[in-house]
């Protein structure tokens, strides 16, 4: 899924789980089981991804902050649950434009990312959208 989609849900689970020793691991989790979901085709042309994902992470970013802002007394739950919650995605520059998707462990890592996203397509935008509109019902209606 997209990085505000990510980002989102790593939100979410901060502000309803409150506990970093079970939130930060979900929402690491969360990215994995978010792009099983079928989802949007991103960047299929591979020169793009790089700026891609610079446009992504602005925008998790930009989500976070406001959130950080909105809910003061969880701002820093709200920070590192948003970074576990995209930081999956933060890898794909080194598996296109490094050695790295080749190493141990790594090589694994990537199939497994790569396998679990089996339903991209240019029509999953759709899916997209109708989830972001859920995370921002969720976070514009959210009373701590
Ligand atoms: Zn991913």
Redesign the pocket.
Known sequence: ?IGLN?AGTGIIIALTVRRPEFAIPLALVS??V??MIPHSLVAPVRKYMAPYLVIEAIGATVLTLICMIAFPSLWLLIGFCAVAAYS??FL?PFYYKSKLGSKPFFREFFAF?KKI?WSETYRGWLVEVLYFSVVLIFLTTYKI
């Open positions: 899924m990510h990215h994995f978010l792009d999956p995605d794909w990312h996203q």
